[in-house]
């Protein structure tokens, strides 16, 4: 799981920043600062600031998650 987020898009709005504060912070006024990796823990919050976001600058990228195999059927 990795963060992306479009600082060209991002107005400063800190929405990001009151939903997950370990991963987003605001430095200075506008500067939004974010780690692109965080912890499986972080997931529900970074998700939900992801949505929050009013100029939807925010996405989370899964994949580098292991997808789940297809069992063919045989019938």
Known sequence: MRLVVDLNRCQGFA???????DV??????EALLFSPRFDEAQRDRVEKAAAACPVQAILVDYSDEPTKRVEPHVG
């Open 24 to 29: 987003f912070s605001l430095h200075g006024e």
């Open 15 to 21: 929405q990001c920043v009151f939903l997950a504060p």
